[in-house]
């Protein structure tokens, strides 16, 4: 069945706006300008004001959501299920799990290329499937454990192509290429923890997606901009490139931004990004289907990719085509959209009617938007 008009502009939409995530977290990267005091021109590298940015953008779902709900009460027959009253409180831990993996990830931004960044995310299906099995009692069909051990050979063949990229023209040393690459993957260790528990809240307590993600991006926000405060007196020495060498300054991030608005324009972007990729990739499940959203999730990899090469902002490695593909592979496995392709087969509608009786309920319909998954591309 042809899409329609609207469905179309709603898979556009998520993956322009998933795109400009990461894109626009990586322009800001790239700048360069003065900070507050007489220090020389220098890189814009905070990423914690950066993920307070993101928090922001998916605190504004909450608005997106009661603007939702308030239109379609308006209709004759209301679709949107408002879900059940509930303590925000329950939100805290994996709002709390998202801003350090959020956090982990904007600092190896600073250290890696984009593209290598978003096929590393991948690794959340290693870890995020390991742990509903522990947690939640899930049990995983040939299909997905297959889809994981793909999705780390895939790793390993994109973290050898950062290895091997090294290049005299490249803006990033080796050491902190591969120090970034295992940045981004503990953090997918953090970003499942919060995934298994969104599950078990947004389940039992029938918590509207838009909401959720809301809900976390407040008290990621909230907390955050807090911790801002130490975090400006906490000396790291060589750790971090600002001035003052402390965690965070938040206040050379200011000045940097007057002295060039052109970071606040990437900044807006990344805030602005976030909160229509979550409508979107919500949207795009309601009205499509979840396995579309996974889909368009991982075509946002290639142009990421494909913008960053034309760009110039990174070099073309042959390994990172063939990464990419064994990590499109792994996660259609452990997805299920290999299903369709069998179901043509007529050997092998048997094995996929024993899949389906297999797979766990609501598997598919488990997806929660980013940041990461992603609640946070949940960044």
């Given amino acids: 069945m042809a899409w329609t008009k609207y469905q179309l502009f709603l898979a556009a939409l998520m993956l322009i706006t998933g795109s400009l995530n990461t894109l626009s977290a990586k322009w800001a990267d790239m ?14 590298t905070h990423p914690f004001v950066q993920a307070v940015g993101m928090f922001l953008g998916e605190f504004s779902c909450i608005a997106v959501f009661y603007i939702l709900l308030w239109y379609d009460r ?15 409180l329950l939100f805290f831990p994996p709002a709390m799990c998202d801003m350090m ?17 978003q096929m590393l995310r991948g690794a959340v299906i290693v870890f995020t499937g390991l742990l509903s099995v522990a947690f939640l009692g899930r049990r995983l069909i040939f299909s997905q454990w297959l889809g994981i051990f793909t999705t780390i050979l895939g790793l390993v063949i994109v973290g050898l192509a950062d290895f091997f990229s090294e290049h005299k023209d490249n803006p990033h040393k080796l050491s902190d290429v591969l120090t970034g690459d295992l940045l981004i993957i503990m953090a997918q260790i953090i970003v499942s923890v919060q995934m298994v528990l969104e599950e078990k809240i947004v389940y039992k307590h029938d918590v509207h997606p838009l909401r959720a993600v809301g809900t976390e991006g407040f008290f990621g926000f909230f907390v955050l901009s807090l911790l801002l405060i130490p975090m400006y007196f906490i000396h790291t020495f060589n750790f971090s490139d600002n001035p003052r060498q402390v965690l965070e300054d938040t206040l050379d991030a200011f000045c940097q931004i007057g002295h060039k608005p052109l970071i606040l324009l990437a900044l807006l972007g990344n805030t602005v990004s976030i909160a229509f990729f979550n409508f979107a990739g919500i949207s795009v499940t309601k009205e499509i289907s979840a396995t579309t959203r996974m889909v368009l999730d991982s075509l946002r990899t290639l142009v990421i990719w494909v913008v960053s090469l034309a760009l110039g902002w990174e070099l073309f490695h042959g390994l990172q085509v063939l990464g990419f593909l064994v990590l499109l592979v792994g996660t259609a496995l452990y997805n299920g959209l290999h299903r369709p392709l069998l ?15 297999e797979d766990s309920p609501g598997e598919r319909e488990r997806l929660l938007g980013d940041g990461n998954v992603q609640a946070g591309d949940q960044s």
Avoid: W
């Fill in 31 to 44: 700048f360069s300008a003065k900070g507050c005091r007489d220090d020389p021109e220098h890189e814009f």
């Fill in 74 to 88: 308006r209709r004759p027959e209301p679709k949107i299920n408002p879900g059940q009253s509930f303590n925000p």
């Fill in 101 to 117: 993996a959020t956090s982990i990830m904007y600092v190896a931004l600073n250290m890696t290329s984009a593209s290598s960044f």
């Fill in 343 to 357: 179901a043509r087969i007529p050997c092998c509608v048997d094995m996929m009617n024993t899949e389906q009786q």
